[in-house]
Structure formats: C-alpha cells, structure tokens
C-alpha cells in the first residue's frame, strides 16, 4: 500500500473505508455509514457523523482535541494534525487509517 500522509495517531486502530470531505453539519445528509469522516476539526455539531464513521482524520488537532477524545471514546481510529488532508483526499477514494501510527494509505 502506498502512503499518502502521516499525522499524530490518537485513537488505536485500523479501518478501511471512502472519503467524505466534511465541512460541517450542512454534510450530514451525505455521510454514510463506514466512510472515513475527513475535515478541519471535528466540532459538537458532527457527533451524528462521527458515530457513523469508519475512522476520523483531520487538518489540526491534538491528543486533546474535539475528534481524538471522542474517537477514543466511540473506539474509532483518528489521525489529526495532517495539515492538508482535506486537500490531499477526494471523496470516493479508498483509504486505510492506522490510528495508532497516524498514517494513512490508499488502498
């Protein structure tokens, strides 16, 4: 598998799913269940999406940050602080997070 980005892996564990670039709740009628939710930072607003997630990767964020305490808290994996994530990605592309490393790689 081909790396794509590493960050700081904050919830253990592996998934594989499809992007969905997130903006912010206005996104929810089209986040599907398994997908792996990619944004900025997750915020209170996006819990409903994260709950449905495969795995969570975000632009900024830290061991404390929004998505990494609730990642951990649903058993999901979760990178932050990818710097560009949301611009690397593309919807639809198939990707397998490693929360416990912090990389990503298409898969």
Known sequence: MKKLFSGLGTSPGQAKGKVRIVS???DESRFLEGEILVTRITD?????????AAAIVCDIGGMTSHPSILSRE?????VVACKN???KLKDGQEVLV???TGEVFLA
């Open 98 to 100: 490693n929360g416990k």
């Open 85 to 87: 994530a949301t611009t």
């Open 44 to 52: 209170p607003t996006m819990v409903l999406m994260m709950n449905r």
């Open 74 to 78: 649903m058993g999901i994996p979760c």
């Open 24 to 26: 912010g709740p206005e």
